[in-house]
T-cell receptor
Framework: SQQGEEDPQALSIQEGENATMNCSYK?????LQWYRQNSGRGLVHLIL?????REKHSGRLRVTLDTSKKSSSLLITASRAADTASYFC?????????????FGSGTQLTVLP | DVKVTQSSRYLVKRTGEKVFLECVQD?????MFWYRQDPGLGLRLIYF???????EKGDIPEGYSVSREKKERFSLILESASTNQTSMYLC??????????????FGEGSRLTVL
């Protein structure tokens, strides 16, 4: 099944700076989702972007999707220490595109106060 | 508020023991999933269920089984735990969105250590 590949694996920034992480994939998709995971906790859904959308916003989050390049990016603006977490992109499984999701290894973001 | 509850946050078991990980959701979701998460490997799907008494193998089902007797409850069973099953186990549920993947709601995770 298809798996997204996040880049970079780890990112360390100062509070107030913007953080950008990327996700690349191999085959066409209907949508792409981003999740966040605080250390030792479950994942929390952040945003879903459909294949016919190019950009989506939610608070300080901005997600873009470029289907021609098969890539997505997640931008967190004006980062805070509380944004420190792992971020994952999730793609519909090729086996059953209706309901299964596959996850990459994530980007570990550290925001320094 | 949507809630997925995993029965144990931390478990320590011995090799060969039978282990039950329980997951309950209160959203009346049809779909439930068990993932395991290991450093550098991301989340890998073990089993999933689209309906009561229904189960399907995910990417790594070996050494695991599941049970879904009631819509709200999805149990993961390790018949004979082994040290390579030491991991974080994550349960998730999703409402039915025919033909379109929806949002997954995750529990807090169960960290299992097998000695």
């Amino acid at each position: 099944s298809q798996q997204g590949e996040e880049d970079p694996q780890a990112l360390s920034i100062q509070e107030g700076e913007n953080a950008t992480m990327n996700c690349s994939y191999k085959t066409s998709i209907n949508n792409l989702q981003w999740y966040r995971q605080n250390s030792g906790r479950g994942l929390v859904h952040l945003i879903l972007i459909r294949s016919n959308e190019r950009e989506k916003h939610s608070g300080r989050l901005r997600v873009t999707l470029d289907t021609s390049k098969k890539s997505s990016s997640l931008l967190i603006t004006a980062s805070r220490a509380a944004d420190t977490a792992s971020y994952f992109c999730a793609l519909p499984s090729q086996r059953d595109s209706a309901r299964q999701l596959t996850f990459g290894s994530g980007t570990q973001l550290t925001v320094l106060p | 508020d949507v809630k997925v509850t995993q029965s144990s946050r931390y478990l320590v078991k011995r090799t060969g023991e039978k282990v039950f990980l329980e997951c309950v959701q209160d959203m009346d979701h049809e779909n439930m999933f068990w993932y395991r998460q290991d450093p550098g490997l991301g989340l890998r799907l073990i089993y999933f269920s689209y309906d009561v008494k229904m189960k399907e193998k995910g990417d790594i089902p070996e050494g695991y089984s599941v049970s879904r007797e009631k819509k709200e409850r999805f149990s993961l069973i390790l018949e004979s735990a082994s040290t390579n099953q030491t991991s974080m186990y994550l349960c998730a549920s999703m409402g039915d969105r025919r033909g379109n993947t929806g949002e997954l709601f995750f529990g807090e995770g169960s960290r299992l250590t097998v000695l």
